[in-house]
Nanobody, 130 residues
Framework: VQLQASGGGLVQAGGSLRLSCAASGFTFDDYAIAWFRQAPGKEREGVSCIENDDGNTIYADSVKGRFTISSDNAKNTVYLQMNSLKPEDTAVYYC????????????????????????RGQGTQVTVSS
C-alpha cells in the first residue's frame, strides 16, 4: 500500500501549484482521499477531501475558492490545484486515505486527522514567498 504526494515547490504569492497524490495497493474507489498540511511549529491542518465514488468534496474555509480537489480514478490519483497562493499556505502537504466518506476526517465543521493510509513519509513541500 502506498500513497505518494508530489508537485510541491517554491512559488511567489499569487501563484499556482498542482499537487498529486498517487495511490496503489488498495481499491481506490472504496476510499476518500484527504489532503493535510503542517507548517513548522504549527498544528496539522486539514485542507480538502474528495470521495472517490461520487466526487463529493469538502474544503477548509482557509482554502475555499482558491483550491480545487479532483480525482482521476483511472490513474488512482487525486489532485489539489492551488491557486492564489499565500505565504500562509507554506507547509508540507501530504495525503491520507479513509474508507468511503470524508466524514471520517471532517465533522462538526472542521477537519480531524485519521487515516487508513497516508503519505506522511513522502510529503511534498510547498513554499510561498511574499
Amino acid at each position: 500500500v502506498q500513497l505518494q504526494a508530489s508537485g510541491g515547490g517554491l512559488v511567489q504569492a499569487g501563484g499556482s501549484l498542482r499537487l498529486s497524490c498517487a495511490a496503489s495497493g488498495f481499491t481506490f474507489d472504496d476510499y476518500a482521499i484527504a489532503w493535510f498540511r503542517q507548517a513548522p511549529g504549527k498544528e496539522r491542518e486539514g485542507v480538502s477531501c474528495i470521495e472517490n465514488d461520487d466526487g463529493n468534496t469538502i474544503y477548509a474555509d482557509s482554502v475555499k475558492g482558491r483550491f480545487t480537489i479532483s480525482s482521476d480514478n483511472a490513474k488512482n490519483t487525486v489532485y489539489l490545484q492551488m491557486n492564489s497562493l499565500k505565504p500562509e499556505d507554506t507547509a508540507v502537504y501530504y495525503c491520507a486515505a479513509v474508507p468511503d466518506r470524508c466524514g471520517w476526517v471532517y465533522y462538526s465543521g472542521r477537519f480531524y486527522y485519521t487515516a487508513s493510509y497516508d503519505s506522511r513519509g513522502q510529503g511534498t513541500q510547498v513554499t510561498v514567498s511574499s
